[in-house]
């Protein structure tokens, strides 16, 4: 007898793990299919997807691992702590961030039978519908096994998967997506990294601060056009006269070729033309919605133009009861973008008033410093016509990060002339991640900056600085 289930999500990264869970706490049976194995060493699926798998989570680790090593060969000494001999051992780092891997990836299987979410493992796709009222969902399992399952409800949380450039060939050994980014067995000499994204970016800086030779060539004519002018300017001037990143913008790459001295791109820019010469290449030119093998042109599942699903404010496809969330859809791809949706989508299955508010999505790069907005650029409140008062405060002025040893940039605050309501914060800095929680609070509750202005913060705290960015946006702080 075929399977019925009240909610079947496809796919079981961030989006779609999570639908399926709080579908399940709502009372509905619910199941999740997955295929992925991302090279588990018991041959089972893992969950998780790219995040957890092979992109957020690794990649956070191998950050944090390096900025120790990185604090203690350079910025111990200014403490009184003198660390000779400091070595790195790279395999010790890679198995410490597996590990963490596994723990997470394991416990979602842990709330999936917690919650009673029943994992089917395989490939998801759309066969038709039974009786117009259930739709059949084929299981493709990894060993040639074929199942179909009924569904009420369908989420489908496929996710994304690098963008490929023509005529360079990603094996994850020599040239690497992110998947082979975060498992070098050793710190290559030189390295050469295609996109200043935040891909790019976060792990150039992992491996130049593991004393790897990095050089970066990005296609846009500008450094992280998406951020605060004023962002991308600090963050430029951190990244290359600082931190020694080679970056080239406004670069156009040549046929990529591999021979005795490593891998050679020839490249012309801006400011710089010639052969980049590396034993290691990252091509990180974002991500692509992973819509294949859904079958969905079978039932007229609409996609747009870059085969992303079409869905309305509530992530509704066209088809009746078919919901689609994450990467797969319009919008940021962003882990906890898509775990705000997929709540929504199961409340609202429910009958209940789940909403998503994309205005206060919070943007994080975790380099070193850290960068983190939400809300509006300046750049985008004068090319909307809106005006706007700003506050700028430096961590310079702010005791916690004098006690620290990182004073590295500031938090702005942007506030309607007319009404006072926060528009856009933007941090850059240490903790600027976890500083940036304030702001968001803030903006979905429609706070003004003399809100945060007459909030009492902690003393010594990192969030003095967004404190007086509130402040200064009414020209009155009281410690710069």
Not at 55 to 60: L, R
Not at 140 to 161: L, N
Not at 194 to 205: D, Q, R, T, Y
Not at 252 to 279: H, Y
Request: proline fraction near 4%; include cysteine; charged fraction near 20%.
């Amino acid at each position: 007898m075929t399977q019925q289930f009240d909610v079947v999500v496809i796919g079981a990264g961030p989006g779609g793990y999570v639908a399926a869970i709080r579908a399940a706490q709502l009372g509905f049976s619910a199941a999740c299919i997955e295929y992925a194995s991302y090279d588990d060493p018991k041959g089972e699926v893992r969950l998780g997807g790219t995040c957890l798998n092979v992109g957020c989570i690794p990649s956070k680790a191998l950050l944090q691992s390096s900025e120790y090593y990185d604090m203690a060969t350079h910025h111990f000494l200014m403490h009184g702590i003198k660390a000779d001999g400091v070595k790195m051992d790279v395999p010790s780092m890679v198995r410490r961030k597996e590990n963490i891997v596994t723990q997470l990836t394991t416990g979602i299987r842990g709330l999936f039978k917690k919650n009673k979410v029943t994992l089917l493992a395989g490939h998801g796709g759309f066969v038709g519908t039974r009786d117009k009222q259930m739709w059949q969902i084929e299981v493709r399992g990894q060993d040639g096994t074929q199942t179909v399952v009924d569904a009420k409800h369908v989420i489908i949380a496929t996710g994304s998967k690098p963008r490929q450039l023509p005529g360079i060939e990603v094996d994850n050994k020599l040239i690497c997506d992110n998947v082979g980014a975060l498992s070098f067995n050793e710190v290559p000499k030189r390295l050469g990294v295609i996109g200043a994204g935040v891909i790019g970016l976060e792990l150039g800086s992992v491996w130049k601060r593991l004393g790897s030779e990095v050089t970066i060539l990005e296609a846009l004519p500008d450094f992280l056009s998406a951020a605060d002018t004023a962002v991308a300017k600090e963050a430029w001037k951190v990244f290359t006269s600082k931190q020694g990143l080679k970056i080239h913008l406004g670069a156009r790459i040549g046929a990529v070729s591999q021979g005795k001295n490593g891998i050679t791109v020839p490249f012309q820019a801006d400011d710089a033309a010639g052969d980049l010469e590396c034993d290691k290449l990252i091509v990180s030119v974002g991500r692509v919605p992973n819509t294949d093998g859904l079958n969905g042109g079978a039932v007229g599942l609409k996609l747009d133009d870059r085969a992303r699903v079409e869905v309305n404010d509530y992530c509704q496809t066209n088809l009746p009861n078919v919901w689609a969330v994450g990467d797969v859809v319009p919008g940021p791809m962003l882990a906890h973008k898509g775990m705000e949706e997929a709540v929504m989508v199961a409340e609202r299955i429910a009958g209940q008033g789940g909403h998503v508010n994309h205005d206060t999505v919070p943007w994080v790069m975790y380099t070193h410093p850290e960068i983190a907005w939400v809300g509006k650029t300046e750049q985008q409140l004068k090319a909307d016509n809106v005006a706007y008062r700003a506050g700028q405060i430096p961590f310079a002025a702010n005791g916690r990060a004098l006690g620290q040893g990182d004073t590295t940039g500031f938090v702005k605050m942007l506030a309607c002339a007319k009404t006072d309501r926060i528009l856009g914060v933007h941090v850059i800095g240490t903790n600027a991640s976890e500083l940036i929680a304030e702001a968001v609070v803030a903006m979905e509750f429609g706070a003004s900056s003399e809100d945060i202005a007459r909030i009492c913060h902690a003393h010594p705290t990192l969030s003095e600085a967004m404190h007086e960015a509130a402040l200064a946006v009414d020209k009155r702080p009281l410690h710069f």
